[in-house]
């Protein structure tokens, strides 16, 4: 079989499924991993998919605003990236941590996770996350007031100075986007400066990010990438981000799907 006939075949399995692995592309086609990544980086390169950690997705338009915005409790489907982020994510937490907790759909994930088998403090301006956080009875709640989103969020001026006093061992933040070249962003300018004051009152921020997230921009810049100690994602995100993320030297943990 011809490279050119292979690698349409790929693109059509990719196109029907949404995604492939490596190992099943192996076995189609009896080549090596080597030959593999050489056409996913070839497809990658005309836009004809996207390479993920192990594979490839069907490729798709990287926009600039973010989805219809909800709250993720009233959401009946599983967020799977979501949840194998937060539930990775978790494995971070250590016992008397006093942390943050986003306000996006990976930080209620995050709170439903939560270990039980030790005390913590959590930090959070979401209401949807507090009303998870109060059904752990080994879990201290500080919830940031203000003035609140119709999505059950504060980020004013009283959430400012509430969050000026209080000193985090670990945040775990993600933002409407992330990108190499334009760190995270966000599209209601409100929540820039709270994103900016946790993050510089915790001893170790870390990203917690769906790979639908990355490689994106929104409108209002939060912070560069290089901020992040630590990013966690799942394993569709693209292997020429975790590269380049490597480079910057931002280690990046990755959840299996």
Do not use: W
Not at 17 to 41: W, Y
Not at 173 to 184: M, P, Q, W
Request: proline share 2%; glycine share 6%.
């Amino acid at each position: 079989m011809f490279m050119e006939e292979r690698q349409k075949l790929i693109v059509d399995m990719v196109n029907t499924s949404g995604h492939i692995t490596v190992a099943e592309i192996q076995e189609r086609f009896q080549i090596s991993s080597d030959c593999v990544r050489r056409d996913l980086r070839s497809l990658e390169s005309r836009g004809l998919l996207k390479r993920t950690h192990g594979g490839a997705i069907s490729a798709g338009p990287k926009g600039k605003y973010p989805k219809e915005q909800y709250n993720p409790k009233e959401n009946t489907d599983t967020d799977e990236a979501c949840l194998a982020a937060a539930k990775k994510a978790v494995e971070y937490i250590s016992e008397n941590d006093v942390i943050y907790l986003t306000t996006s759909a990976v930080g209620y994930y995050m709170a439903k996770c939560l270990p039980t088998e030790f005390s913590i403090t959590v930090v959070t301006n979401s209401m949807t996350v507090a009303d998870e956080l109060r059904k752990h009875l080994n879990v201290s709640t500080i919830l940031l007031g203000g003035e609140m989103s119709h999505r059950g969020h504060c980020h004013d001026y009283y959430t400012m100075q509430m969050m000026k006093n209080i000193s985090l061992d670990k945040a775990f933040l993600s933002h409407t986007a992330l990108s190499i070249e334009n760190g995270a962003s966000i599209h209601n300018s409100a929540g820039v400066e709270l994103g900016r004051l946790i993050m510089k009152n915790s001893s170790m921020n870390i990203g917690v990010y769906p790979s639908e997230k990355l490689g994106r921009k929104s409108i209002h810049s939060v912070c560069p990438i290089t901020a992040y100690d630590l990013l966690i994602t799942d394993d569709q995100v693209s292997e020429d981000f975790v590269m380049q993320a490597e480079k910057l030297k931002v280690k990046v943990d990755i959840a299996m799907l």
